[in-house]
């Protein structure tokens, strides 16, 4: 760089590491904290609505920024409309007919872009909205990572591979959140997310109807509302957590040794496998859940895109900028 020569005082050395440190994608709470003070307030104070008018839609804004962070890091790809020849994450397997809450996203993006229009992106906007989501239903806070960029581009064939498993087991979803730099503990104290929110009959349905791991009291009070035959009652509603379905809490920990996981995935935890102590501990020691709960949060919220794709502040969370 031609400029670099040139530069030989304190400050514009200074300026320059300030620079390519933001290059490098360096994140940081106090990323805003210059241009755009208020931004948090406002997050808050939209989501607070947004639980107000449906307290289920912080366990769904949760669940998109988890189905955002791992499709190329925390991107806000998943927010992207097929438009055109475009085809976005939106249809994939896992996110068609069960990711919800862009609207909430829309609708915090306006309120923030109206004070500080340009600067914040919509990678970041999801992050704090996820945070709020799950400190509003009475779990713990935490520092966001802050200084995502919004990605160009989305990934349909990564929203299928890396969201779901073919064949299930503990060792599948450990290898999964392991191609993700997360940790086995990560896992679950992450899977801690199902203490909040709902699954469709669709989803459970193998479960309750063929598990050999679960409760047969709890079995038969999920089959109740979700029939045998596929594809009736396929879009019934359970709460994943049969005790607090609104409230995070660790009831999700105490489920698993009950055997009352509602999702298969959710009983692999605690199946005579290496979490089966760790879900004892967070069943016992709630303070020990939301603390792992949010480091795992911030581990997650720090997964970038590869180096190399154009990234962006987007205008609009739904299309990339013209
Ligand atoms: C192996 C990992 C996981 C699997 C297999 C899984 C699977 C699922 C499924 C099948 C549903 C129900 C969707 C529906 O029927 O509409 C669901 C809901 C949910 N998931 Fe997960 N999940 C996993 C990990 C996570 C993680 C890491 C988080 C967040 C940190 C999370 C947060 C949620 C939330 C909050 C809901 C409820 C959403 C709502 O009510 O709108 N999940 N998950
Ligand atoms: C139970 O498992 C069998 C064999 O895999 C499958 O054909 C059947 O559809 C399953 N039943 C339910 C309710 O999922």
Known sequence: MASSSSCRTWHCLLALFLLSSAAYGQLSPSFYAKS?????????????????????????????????????GCDGSILLDDVGSFVGEKTALPNGNTVRGYEVIDEIKKNVELVCPGVVSCADITALAARD??????????????????????????????LSVTSLSLDVLIALFAKKNLSPRDLTALLGAHTIGFSQCANFRDHIYNGTDIDPAFATLRKRSCPA??????????????????????????????????????????????????????????????SDFATAMIKMGSLSPPSGPPTEIRRNCRVVNS
Not at 230 to 248: C, W
Request: proline share 5%; hydrophobic share 40%.
């Open 133 to 162: 989501g799950v400190f509003l239903l009475g779990g713990p806070s935490w520092a966001v990572p802050l200084g995502q960029r919004d990605s160009a581009t989305a990934n349909l064939n990564e929203a299928n591979s890396d």
């Open 229 to 290: 035959q596929a594809p009736d009652g396929d879009g019934n509603l359970a709460p994943l957590d049969v005790q607090t379905q609104l409230i995070f809490d660790n009831a999700y920990y105490h489920n698993l040794v009950a055997k009352r996981g509602l999702l298969s995935a959710d009983q692999l935890l605690f199946n005579g496998g290496s979490q089966d102590a760790l879900v004892r501990q967070y069943a016992a020691n709630p303070e020990l859940f939301e």
């Open 36 to 72: 755009c003070p208020k931004l948090e307030l406002i997050v808050r104070s939209t989501m607070t609505k947004a639980l107000l008018a449906e307290r289920r839609m912080g366990a769904s804004l949760l669940r998109l920024y988890f189905h955002d962070c791992f499709v190329q």
